[in-house]
């Protein structure tokens, strides 16, 4: 019987929804500050109200241009807002302005990784709209028979990003969802929070016997607010959906919800039932005109990208392609740190060992995971590393005096010395500790005389720990070796 798990193949493709960092609403002057009071942040225009005219703010535009840009799409000159016409309490007008079939950036691409055989993701379109209120149905004194709408969020510029359908597993997709949010902080364009809703995913997934050319009946998931869910989700969906197949039925077409307290998706809707969308050409904004040299004074602005700050780190610190993927997307203001640490004097892969080990324990220790918030500065880290690259101390001693200088603003020396911490390179009184261990373990001694010369590492092991770790291992080791084939001799 064929393994099931290898007999299928998943295909998703992913819907972000970012907020674009504006100041204020796409067609209208409201603020978009997050956690104001209910219904503060409106005007007769993001209400809907008859008579009020949309105007386009010219910032979000700049916005979605610098993501179709870094999404490696083509800005199109021309592009046209719709109306997409539904009924929902949170839509005020009765229709959400959305671009639909000229959006304003095509065809991009985006890489997973930073090794030319990671896996690179289609990027079908991203497109300007303006995001829908808020339905509040908790928290009031008569919530078990109101349902109560905000309409703050309503007319929030949004971009919404979609994805050809070109991942193959959970852990893909996710990485594809982290690596959109991690491009469109670093631009500025959206703020990454996805606690407060301003970036969203929604991930439509299939499966399909493998071999199989022919893509298979898709479901939506929603309503999934962390890559670790991301994954969990899509884990269970594929699951869900080989059982369903395997079994002899078929895939409804369906958006499904994700239920993170119970660890699975539910149906929500079918495609079925779903609306008419009845879109047409909104009449009250122009077509978007955008001429080469907006693209262009767009593209002036623009931050460093993950992916050209980690082929920066790789030239000119000669770190590998996995360390400067660490640095740069895996751990928050690494690479800022990392070459602050460098500039301040430390050796490059020292630094970044140091940075992906222990800072990144410690910071994981105090729960917090911006590095930008570690209890030790750059140049302290600096002064450090150098300290056991030169061999004041041990690589043990160091991280002991790591410990203690994290929150603390001792120098690295002033704890050397004291606390006698310093490495003891001296050979004479390494002999003696050597001397020592030899006689204390007779039979590892003969194991090693016998050809067993294993137990050389355990002898070894054996001084570092009479040391208190602070003898030069270097030393110790040619020590020990001379010993014992003074021994043997
Ligand atoms: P719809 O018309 O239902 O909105 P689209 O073709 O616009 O579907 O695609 C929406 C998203 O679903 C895109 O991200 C696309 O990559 C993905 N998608 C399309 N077909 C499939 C499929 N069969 N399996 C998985 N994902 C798919
Ligand atoms: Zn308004
Ligand atoms: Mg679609």
Redesign the pocket.
């Known amino acids: 019987m064929p393994d099931r798990a290898t007999s299928f193949e998943?295909?998703?493709?992913?819907?972000v929804h970012a907020q674009l960092l504006t100041t204020t609403k796409i067609f209208c002057g409201c603020p978009t500050t997050f956690g104001a009071p209910p219904n503060t942040h409106v005007c007769p225009v993001c209400l809907g109200m008859p008579g009020a005219l949309p105007v386009l703010n010219r910032h979000a535009v700049d916005l979605a241009i610098k993501a179709g840009l870094a999404l490696g799409c083509e800005i199109q000159p021309h592009s046209v807002f719709a109306r997409k016409n539904y009924f929902y309490p949170d839509l005020p007008k009765g229709y959400q302005i959305s671009q639909y079939d000229k959006p304003i950036a095509l065809r991009g691409t985006l890489r997973l990784g930073p090794k030319a055989q990671t896996p690179v993701v289609?990027i079908?379109r991203a497109h300007l709209e303006e995001d829908a209120g808020k339905s509040l149905h908790h928290g009031f004194p008569d919530s078990s028979r109101a349902t109560y709408v905000d309409f703050n969020r309503t007319g929030v510029p949004l971009l919404e990003i979609?994805?050809?359908?070109?991942?193959r597993n959970a852990a893909d997709a996710a990485d594809c969802f982290w690596r959109i949010r991690e491009m469109l902080v670093a631009l500025g364009v959206n703020d990454g929070n996805m606690e407060e809703g301003s970036l969203r995913c929604?991930?439509?997934?299939?499966v399909?016997p493998a071999g199989q050319t022919a893509?298979?009946?898709?479901a939506?998931v929603k309503n999934v607010n962390s890559f670790r869910y991301l994954q969990k989700a899509l884990e269970y969906e594929i699951e869900r959906q080989i059982e369903v197949v395997s079994s002899g039925g078929r895939v409804v077409?369906e958006t499904r919800l994700w239920d993170s307290t119970a660890g699975i998706t539910t149906s929500m809707r079918s495609?079925e039932e779903a609306h008419d969308y009845r879109y047409f050409p909104e009449p009250d904004l122009g077509p978007l005109e955008v001429p080469a040299a907006w693209v262009e004074s767009v593209r002036a602005t623009m931050a460093e990208l993950p992916e050209a700050r980690r082929a920066r780190l790789i030239a000119a610190h000669g770190l590998s392609e996995y360390d400067a993927d660490q640095l740069v997307s895996f751990l928050s203001g690494g690479a800022d740190f990392f070459e602050a640490v460098v500039a301040a004097g430390a050796p490059p892969k020292a630094a970044s060992n140091w940075i992906q080990g222990e800072v990144r324990r410690k910071l994981k220790e105090a729960g917090v995971d911006d590095i930008a918030q570690a209890a030790i500065s750059a140049a302290a880290l600096a002064g450090l590393i150098q300290h056991a690259d030169r061999g004041t101390v041990s690589s043990t001693v160091a991280k002991e005096i790591f410990e203690k200088r994290w929150g603390t603003g001792a120098t690295s020396q002033a704890i050397i010395d004291a606390e006698g911490l310093a490495q003891i390179g001296d050979e004479s009184e390494l002999e003696a500790v050597v001397q020592q261990v030899i006689a204390a373990h007779p039979d590892p001694v003969a194991q090693y005389r016998g050809g067993k010369t294993a137990t050389f590492g355990f002898l070894v092991g054996q001084a570092m720990k009479a040391s208190k770790g602070k003898a030069n291992p270097k030393v110790v080791s040619e020590l020990m070796k001379r010993a014992l084939e003074k021994l043997s001799a």
Not at 10 to 15: C, D, K, N, Q, W
Not at 162 to 167: M, Y
Not at 202 to 206: T, Y
Request: proline share 4%.
């Open positions: 998943a295909v998703i493709g992913l819907e289609g079908t979609v994805t050809e359908p070109d991942l929604d991930a439509n997934i299939s399909r893509f298979g009946t898709k939506e077409q495609k």
